[in-house]
């Protein structure tokens, strides 16, 4: 027995949102959810609606509550950090979903202790570091 529909209640562009924040591309998530990829497609395009099963699975992939995908814009994301570890100026933007994943995980733990700060009426410690320019490489 089919579920309810989720037309019209589902937004989705966040559906591409997740999938792109989360640095996964169509035809893993098509293969992680066993749909073809022209599903997942027609989903993200607003032709088509997920099942609420299915809604479940992508939050699931993506790592997102199901309830982001009933916004009605994107959420803000914080600015990705830069990634020093690599030399190439064309992979600058190469990130994995296991990396963005650990980031989004850090940023809410960094913005969790904050909260905790101002609950407190504190201030967070501040750190003074320096790097010696002088030292060659």
Known sequence: MAGPSLEGLLNSDLLVWAREASHIDQATVAQ??????AKLQAWEAGVK?????????????????????????R????P??????????????VIS?????G???????????????????????TFQLTVNTDIDP
Not at 32 to 37: D, I, T
Not at 97 to 101: C, D, F, H, I, R
Request: hydrophobic share 40%; net charge negative; charged share 30%.
């Open 49 to 73: 609606f997920p099942t609420l099963g299915q809604l479940r699975n992508l939050a699931h992939i993506y790592k997102r509550s199901i309830g982001v995908f009933f916004l009605d814009a």
């Open 103 to 125: 980031i989004r995980a850090a940023q809410a733990k960094r913005d969790a202790a904050l909260d905790i700060y101002i609950e407190w009426e504190e201030e967070p410690p």
């Open 97 to 101: 979903p296991e990396l963005a994943q």
């Open 75 to 78: 959420p803000s994301d914080a």
């Open 32 to 37: 992680r959810l066993k749909v073809p990829e």
């Open 80 to 93: 990705a950090p830069t990634d020093y570890r690599r030399m190439e100026l064309s992979a600058q933007h």
